[in-house]
């Protein structure tokens, strides 16, 4: 029997156990995810899209994971996507399907995860959360925009029983250094019943 992931996730707690976590699954990540009807890479893309319909616009894929998200993205038509990813196993996956530019694997740890005024907009599909990256990793982002660049990303149903990860986006948008441009809520993997919030930022 198929070892399941996705049930194990959200209990994880330091980094070194979600690398690790993350390498394992990565050779049956997509099959398990497609179980589930994985909702949220196509909604982020869409929801970018309406804010930023423009195909040269280069972009990161923050958290890309197995490559997912750079599909969905490519779908839509943008056509410059890098990705960075923790997980070397989850990178090489990704690697196998052609979406991304270039791939390269980054310490968890970085408080600088790439290099400003390189990206128009940086995705974090289904990376900011319980048994992913924590609170503090959105404001690694958002230090790394210039001003008039984007953020998009989603927050599942655990991510948003946890004050910290609106509390971090909120202390943006309350001070007035960025502005929320997309909100909505919707399915993430209705498999699991669990929906999320998909939003896009502007950083000002």
């Not at 740890?109 to 390189?118: E, H, I, L, Y």
């Not at 599942?156 to 809520?185: Q, T, V």
Request: charged share 20%.
């Amino acid at each position: 029997m198929t070892e399941k992931f996705l049930e194990k996730v959200y209990g994880l707690n330091t980094v070194e156990e979600t690398v690790d976590h993350y390498n394992r699954w990565a050779a049956s990540y997509d099959a398990e995810i497609a179980e589930n009807n994985y909702a949220t890479p196509g909604r982020i893309a869409d929801a970018l899209w309406s804010v930023l319909p423009d195909a040269a616009a280069p972009l990161l894929d923050f958290g890309c994971g197995t490559g997912l998200s750079g599909i969905a993205l490519r779908r839509v038509g943008y056509e410059t996507i890098d990705g960075v990813d923790p997980s070397k196993e989850m990178l090489n996956v990704a690697r196998s399907k052609g979406a991304h530019r270039n791939l390269t694997q980054i310490d968890p740890d970085s408080s600088t995860p790439f290099k400003s005024g390189v990206y128009k907009a940086v995705v974090a599909c289904g990376v900011l959360g319980t048994g992913a990256a924590p609170a503090s990793v959105f404001g690694h982002l958002m230090h790394g925009l210039n001003r008039g660049d984007l953020l998009a990303f989603s927050l599942n149903d655990h991510a948003l029983a946890d004050p910290s990860y609106i509390g971090a986006m909120n202390e943006w948008l309350d001070c007035g250094a960025a502005r929320l441009l997309f909100k909505e809520n919707g399915p993430h993997l209705p498999g699991l019943n669990l929906n999320a919030d998909v939003y896009v930022i502007e950083k000002l």
